[in-house]
Structure formats: C-alpha cells, structure tokens
C-alpha cells in the first residue's frame, strides 16, 4: 500500500521536475531567432512528448496497460459519457474562433500541437500512473474509486501553482485555474474510469486546452487581463465560475459512482 502510495507521489514529483527543461529549450530557441510564442510552444510540445514517452514506459513497468485500455483491440466503452465534454469544446471553439482566424496558420498549428501534447502526458501521468497506484493503494477501503479520483485531481490542481512563477501578481487568477484543475481533474478521472482507455481523457483534454486557452495567442495583451483579473474580480463572475466548477467535478462524481469497482480493480491485480 506505502509503496504504491510513495510511487504516485514520486512520479507526480518528477513529473513537475522534468517541466522546467521547457526554459532552457524555450531560450536556445529564442537565442536561434525563433519568436517567443513560437518558441513557447515548440519547447513546450518538445519537452512534454519526452515526458509522454517516459510516462508510457513506465506505464508499461509498472504493469499498468490494461488498466490504460492498451491492448491489441483497443476497446472504448461508453462513450455517451463524452457528450458533456464535446459540448464545452464546441462551445469554447465558437467564442474564440476569432482569435483562431486572426492568427497565423503557423502559430495555430503549433499552438494545437503545445496543447495536445500537454492533454497527452498530463493524462498518462495523472490519470494513467498516479491513478492506477492510488486504486492499488486504497483497494481495501469501500471508496477506493472515489479517495483516489480525488486524491489525484488534488494533486493534479497543486501542480498549476507553479503558474505562480511566470504570473506572480497573478494569484487569483492562477487559484482559479487551481479549482478548474481539480474539478477536471475529478471528470477525466471519472471519464477514465468509465470508457477504460486513457487516450479518450488525453485526447479531450488536449482539446479542451485548445477551445478554453485562446489567450496564449494574445500575448501582447496578457498584462493588461491579467491585472483586470487580479483587480476587477466580482461575485458576478466568481458565482458562474464557481457553479461551472461544480457541475464538472459533479459530472466526474457521477461517472464515478457507475464505474464497476470490481472491474477497475481486477484490471490492477
């Protein structure tokens, strides 16, 4: 149980030890003429594909692929429960296609490929290592499913104070994306139990970076929002926000609750 329990943590310790290799590639590409942006997302895509790889190794060690989905078959099952997803990336797509229109293909195509990449190994670790070594930790306790959803989107959440270093006057903002996080976090556990295949949460999550992360495109305007969220926050928007929050980790909950606990834990054992 400590074993399992001292692997996830250690792996989600490393995992954010590995990001900072994106500065340093970041800077080699800038000082080779790259623009910001561009070299932003390419070192970001860069790194995070080394991480996916490692993650996937590991995944393989640990003997962890079944509970991943990957088998020859490749089997998804209940898929209606991605409705809610696909939903909120539509509906994200539609309010920032301008800003999609307005920027270069170039950048787009980069951009996409940054976000797809962080969907990617933010599900392989977090959903498909830590996850698995919670369950295997809390197998004996009648709510092993739910602590260890939980205790992994905590987790997952944390992670996102280290925005905290490249925003530092950006603490309300950054808290927020901390609770989005973890209500997330909570729905692609529980859509991971669910359809059984972590390249279903990998894939939505990279898409849901896509519709819902249009401002990494504004750069130039970063500044002037960031300090209007830190300073113009009002019950106005904290309420919605906060009742959003809610309806996804309830969403993650649900999903949860109808997952076969046997099943999971037969895949683990």
């Not at 698995?132 to 709510?143: M, R, V």
């Not at 205790?151 to 530092?168: A, D, E, I």
């Not at 500044?223 to 929050?245: G, R």
Request: a positive charge; glycine letters at 8%.
């Amino acid at each position: 149980m400590k074993k399992n329990l001292t692997s996830a943590i250690f792996i989600a310790i490393g995992f954010i030890a590995l990001l900072w290799l994106e500065k340093p590639l970041r800077t080699w590409f800038i000082s080779h003429g790259t623009e910001a942006l561009a070299a932003k997302f390419s070192a970001g895509a860069m790194v995070r594909l080394l991480l996916c790889s490692l993650a996937l190794g590991l995944i393989y060690r640990l003997k962890l692929q079944r509970f991943a989905g990957f088998s020859p078959k490749m089997n998804v099952y209940n898929l209606q429960a991605t409705t809610i997803a696909f939903a909120f990336i539509v509906m994200g797509i539609i309010g920032n296609f301008g800003t999609y229109t307005n920027t270069a293909p170039r950048l787009l195509l980069l951009f996409f490929l940054s976000v797809m990449c962080v969907g990617l190994v933010e599900e392989f670790v977090f959903r498909g290592l830590v996850l698995p070594l919670l369950i295997k930790s809390f197998q004996t306790h009648k709510n092993a499913l739910y602590l260890s959803v939980l205790y992994s989107s905590l987790l997952f959440g944390v992670v996102h104070f280290l925005n905290l270093f490249q925003q530092p006057d950006n603490v309300l903002g950054i808290t927020s994306q901390v609770f989005f996080a973890v209500s997330i976090g909570v729905f692609f556990g529980g859509l991971m139990l669910r359809t059984q295949n972590i390249l279903v949460p990998a894939i939505l999550h990279g898409l849901v970076n896509f519709a819902f992360g249009a401002a990494e495109l504004k750069a130039t305007t970063l500044p002037e929002s960031t300090a209007k969220l830190a300073h113009d926050a009002n019950w106005n928007s904290i309420v919605p926000t906060a009742i959003f929050f809610l309806f996804i980790l309830c969403g993650g909950l649900f999903m949860v609750k109808k997952t076969d606990s046997n099943l999971i834990l037969n895949k683990l054992n």
